[in-house]
């Protein structure tokens, strides 16, 4: 198969296993390194329409309460729910093409992003057992408010938020 076609099917399809997709990399390592350096963890761009999508929605949201495990990107109070807006790559987004594995110093990356899933599903855990509700948005799909509506219907806490 073609890397056009690859890049054309569903990147959720069971073609492609998390890390058995490789992909080079364009970038010399100095400029690579200048890349990476800009990555950063909070206020990012979806975290950012998550947070106008709920306040669209009449949600009040607070964001990266340090006290919950995890840190959630968005905490809603009223609803015990937090909301999470993971990147692929970082975060191994199963059966994702944006979470191949770099081909150079792979098993770095391979244990680095292993090592961010296990920690993800220890806070989700915690979380839980706290009486939390946890939800994830992935940076691969697209986030609207049909979607966020849908998803915190799915877990019943939609029933506190303003009507507009």
Same mark, same amino acid.
């Given at each position: 198969?073609?890397?056009?076609?690859?890049?054309? =099917?569903?990147?959720?399809?069971?073609?492609?296993?998390?890390?058995?997709?490789?992909?080079?990399?364009?970038?010399?390592?100095?400029?690579?390194? /200048?890349?990476?350096?800009?990555?950063?963890?909070?206020?990012?761009?979806?975290?950012?329409?998550?947070? =106008?999508? #709920?306040?669209?929605?009449?949600?009040? =949201?607070?964001?990266?309460?340090?006290?919950?495990?995890?840190?959630?990107?968005?905490?809603?109070?009223? /609803?015990?729910?937090?909301?999470? *807006?993971?990147?692929?790559?970082?975060?191994?987004?199963?059966?994702?093409?944006?979470?191949?594995?770099? !081909? !150079?110093?792979?098993?770095?990356?391979?244990?680095?992003?292993?090592?961010?899933?296990?920690?993800?599903?220890? /806070?989700?855990?915690?979380?839980?057992?706290?009486?939390?509700?946890? #939800?994830?948005?992935?940076?691969?799909? /697209?986030? *609207?408010?049909?979607?966020?509506?849908?998803?915190?219907?799915?877990?019943?806490?939609?029933?506190?938020?303003?009507?507009?």
């Amino acid at each position: 198969m073609s890397i056009w076609r690859l890049r054309k =099917a569903n990147h959720h399809s069971k073609l492609f296993d998390h890390g058995a997709f490789a992909v080079a990399d364009v970038f010399d390592k100095k400029k690579r390194s /200048q890349i990476m350096s800009k990555i950063r963890g909070k206020n990012t761009s979806p975290e950012k329409l998550l947070q =106008a999508i #709920l306040r669209g929605l009449g949600f009040k =949201a607070e964001r990266h309460r340090s006290d919950l495990p995890g840190s959630p990107d968005v905490v809603l109070l009223k /609803q015990k729910a937090v909301l999470f *807006t993971n990147g692929c790559f970082w975060h191994g987004h199963k059966n994702c093409l944006r979470a191949a594995l770099p !081909t !150079t110093n792979r098993s770095f990356w391979k244990r680095k992003i292993e090592g961010n899933k296990r920690r993800d599903e220890r /806070q989700k855990r915690l979380l839980r057992k706290n009486g939390w509700k946890v #939800l994830t948005f992935w940076t691969c799909k /697209q986030l *609207t408010k049909e979607v966020v509506l849908a998803r915190l219907r799915r877990i019943g806490r939609h029933t506190n938020r303003k009507r507009k």
